[in-house]
């Protein structure tokens, strides 16, 4: 595999020249996160994160050795990982936004009309948000994460490779977050001077 060349292609937005990336680093770059943090699903996450970051930022970054920069970013990513009380605030916020809903409504007794109407609400809101995502994401989103199916399962179906499901479902997530966040807010600010009223 000639690294020059490859780098040319993904900066020429060829997303086959990604994949091949992908499957030629991917492993590689686990095994160093997961050797540094001893959490095989945090690796993997770093491992895509750097890998969709130089998809991403492609026309930004000059040059590069593509398996050196790799490893490089990964682990600098993992010590990021390591150091950051950032990162556990935003796992805290992150579990919070998919959780939210049942933290809101178990404060409420089954039968108060008040748990009816903000889990209508938040329904709509999920709904909304979800409405919303460029239509390829909203597709495998919908697939990965309401339908539960296996990303290959996916990408075989929809033609694409697992790599573009992950980098699908990655933004998606991320989307929806930041469309739930501030109503989730809001209503645990409301429930909480609810309950203390």
């Not at 919908?142 to 290959?152: C, D, G, P, S, V």
């Amino acid at each position: 595999m000639n690294s020059d060349s490859l780098f040319l292609r993904i900066k020429r937005g060829e997303l086959s020249a990604f994949n091949e990336v992908y499957k030629a680093y991917y492993n590689k770059l686990c095994y160093i996160a997961w050797h540094m943090l001893g959490d095989r699903s945090l690796a993997e996450e770093v491992s895509d994160d750097v890998l969709f970051y130089l998809w991403d930022h492609r026309h930004d970054i000059k040059d590069i050795s593509i398996e050196g920069y790799l490893v490089k970013a990964v682990r600098h990513a993992s010590l990021n990982v390591i150091h950051s009380a950032q990162h556990r605030n935003e796992q805290y916020a992150q579990s919070f936004s998919v959780q939210g809903d049942k933290l809101f409504l178990s404060l409420f007794a089954d039968d108060d009309p008040l748990k009816n109407i903000l889990s209508d609400e938040l329904s709509r809101q999920l709904d909304d948000a979800v409405a919303c995502l460029p239509e390829q994401t909203r597709r495998v989103f919908i697939m990965a994460k309401l339908e539960h199916r296996h990303y290959q399962e996916i990408a075989d179906e929809l033609g694409i490779v697992v790599p573009t499901v992950k980098y699908h479902v990655k933004c998606a997530m991320k989307q929806l977050a930041d469309a739930l966040k501030h109503h989730l807010i809001f209503l645990l600010i409301n429930t909480i001077v609810t309950i203390l009223s």
